[in-house]
C-alpha cells in the first residue's frame, strides 16, 4: 500500500488506537488525538507518533489542532473520526446533561473536525467515521447514541456531495458489541461484561468483537480500492443483525 498521512482521533485506546498501530506497520505517517493529556502522552511515547490534545465537545480545541497541523505543514491522506462516548441512559429518564454532552462528541465533534480540517485535507482524502450498528438496531437505554451516530451519517450524506469537486470521500464502518473499555466506561460491572459477551456466543461469529476485527474495514477505506466508495457504512458485527 502506498504510505499515506492519516489522522485518527480518539487514537488512546479501542478501536483507534488498534487502528494507530497497524497502520503504522503499513508503513503509514499516523497522527493522533485525544481529550486526556496523561494517556495522550503514554500512547505518544509507545507508539512513536505525533499527537495533539483535542476534546472533540472542545471546539476551540478542534480549531487550534487545525490550525497546528497548517503550521506544522501536514497535508492529510486520511482522517478517522473515531472519538466517541458511550453514555446508556433511559428514554424516560435521559437528562439535558447526558443529551447534550453525547451530541456534542458524537455529532457536534465529527462535524467540526471534518470541517476545520478542509485545509489540511489533500485532494482525493478518504474520511471514515465510526459509527454503530445502533442506528438500525435497537438497544434499550440508547437513544441518544442511537441518535447522535445516525445524525453524523446523515451528515456523510450530503458532505460527499459538497465535496465531490475535491474528490473526499466519506464512509462508514458500524461496529457491533467489541469489547473494548466502553462497556466499564458506560457503568458496566464484571459480571455484567462478561454476561453480555457470553450472550454472544449464539451469534455466528461465536464471540465479542475485538478491536482488531475492525482495522481491516478502516484501512480498505482509507485505501486506494475504495476510491469509487461514496457513503458506504460496513456492518461489523459478527453476524448479530442477522
Known amino acids: 500500500m502506498q504510505s499515506k498521512t492519516i489522522l485518527i482521533t480518539g487514537a488512546t485506546s479501542g478501536i483507534g488506537?488498534?487502528?494507530?498501530?497497524?497502520?503504522?506497520?503499513?508503513?503509514?505517517?499516523?497522527?493522533?488525538?485525544?481529550?486526556?493529556?496523561?494517556?495522550?502522552?503514554?500512547?505518544?511515547?509507545?507508539?512513536?507518533?505525533l499527537s495533539y490534545l483535542a476534546d472533540s465537545s472542545d471546539l476551540d480545541q478542534i480549531s487550534q489542532l487545525s490550525s497546528s497541523l497548517e503550521r506544522d505543514g501536514i497535508k492529510l491522506d486520511g482522517v478517522v473520526l473515531n472519538a466517541g462516548v458511550f453514555?446508556?441512559?433511559?428514554?424516560?429518564?435521559?437528562?439535558?446533561?447526558?443529551?447534550?454532552?453525547?451530541?456534542?462528541?458524537?455529532?457536534?465533534?465529527?462535524?467540526?473536525?471534518?470541517?476545520?480540517?478542509?485545509?489540511?485535507?489533500?485532494?482525493?482524502a478518504s474520511v471514515v467515521f465510526t459509527s454503530s450498528i445502533a442506528v438500525n438496531k435497537g438497544f434499550e437505554n440508547?437513544?441518544?447514541?442511537?441518535?447522535?451516530?445516525?445524525?453524523?451519517?446523515?451528515?456523510?450524506?450530503?458532505?460527499?456531495?459538497?465535496?465531490?469537486?475535491?474528490?473526499i470521500r466519506?464512509?462508514?464502518?458500524?461496529?457491533g458489541i467489541t469489547a473494548t473499555e466502553i462497556q466499564a466506561k458506560a457503568g458496566l460491572t464484571a459480571e455484567q461484561e462478561e454476561g453480555?459477551?457470553?450472550?454472544?456466543?449464539?451469534?455466528?461469529?461465536?464471540?465479542?468483537?475485538?478491536?482488531?476485527?475492525?482495522?481491516?474495514?478502516?484501512?480498505?477505506?482509507?485505501?486506494?480500492?475504495?476510491?469509487a466508495l461514496r457513503n458506504a457504512a460496513i456492518d461489523i458485527d459478527g453476524g448479530y443483525l442477522l
Not at 466519506?170 to 461496529?175: A, D, F, L, Q, Y
Not at 476485527?213 to 478502516?218: L, S, T
Request: proline residues 4%; hydrophobic residues 40%.
Open 142 to 167: 440508547c437513544a441518544t447514541y442511537a441518535a447522535s451516530k445516525a445524525a453524523f451519517e446523515a451528515v456523510i450524506r450530503v458532505a460527499n456531495i459538497e465535496l465531490a469537486d475535491r474528490g
Open 170 to 175: 466519506i464512509n462508514s464502518i458500524r461496529p
Open 87 to 124: 453514555y446508556p441512559s433511559p428514554f424516560t429518564e435521559t437528562t439535558l446533561s447526558n443529551f447534550d454532552e453525547t451530541i456534542a462528541i458524537n455529532t457536534k465533534g465529527p462535524f467540526f473536525t471534518l470541517q476545520t480540517l478542509l485545509p489540511v485535507l489533500a485532494d482525493g
Open 17 to 49: 488506537l488498534a487502528l494507530a498501530k497497524q497502520s503504522i506497520e503499513l508503513g503509514y505517517t499516523v497522527i493522533i488525538t485525544g481529550r486526556n493529556q496523561e494517556k495522550l502522552n503514554q500512547v505518544t511515547e509507545e507508539l512513536g507518533v
Open 196 to 227: 453480555l459477551f457470553d450472550s454472544l456466543k449464539s451469534t455466528p461469529l461465536g464471540r465479542a468483537l475485538s478491536v482488531d476485527d475492525h482495522v481491516g474495514a478502516m484501512l480498505y477505506l482509507l485505501g486506494d480500492q475504495s476510491k
